[in-house]
């Protein structure tokens, strides 16, 4: 079993950065892969990002694309979102998640999910 844990989310202005981590334990973190999804009030949820077990694939959204960077620290078992330029379009529960696979064109479903942080972009 894989246990993730989301934090750093909060209030953020408009054209402001922010740095989620997802924190996992349990079963062997280095071989998942990771992700990051949103759901945004009224809307379904949705990929921003992923990252392969060594960092050498990642997928974004193309939301995402030239503002978000995902990132992994398998020494630290943890994975990262900075997220730069947010916009009010950002706000939402942001999902940290591991496993299935990824490509530069897209990713599986995964099989593991934390409880979101909430992220607030004011304008």
């Known amino acids: 079993q894989v246990q993730l844990v989301e934090s750093g989310g909060g209030l953020v202005q408009a054209g402001g950065s922010m740095r989620l981590s997802c924190a996992a334990s349990g079963r062997i973190f280095t071989y998942y892969t990771m992700g990051w999804f949103r759901q945004a009030p009224g809307k379904e949820r949705e990929a921003v990002a992923a990252i392969s077990w060594n960092g050498g694939i990642r997928y974004y959204a193309d939301s995402a694309k030239g503002r978000f960077t995902i990132s992994r620290d398998n020494a630290k078992i943890t994975v990262y979102l900075q997220m730069n330029s947010l916009n009010v379009e950002d706000t939402a529960v942001y999902y940290c998640?591991?496993?299935?696979?990824?490509?530069?064109?897209?990713?599986?479903?995964?099989?593991?999910w934390g409880k979101g942080t909430l992220v607030t972009v004011s304008s």
């Open positions: 998640a591991a496993g299935g696979r990824v490509w530069e064109g897209g990713y599986t479903d995964m099989d593991y």
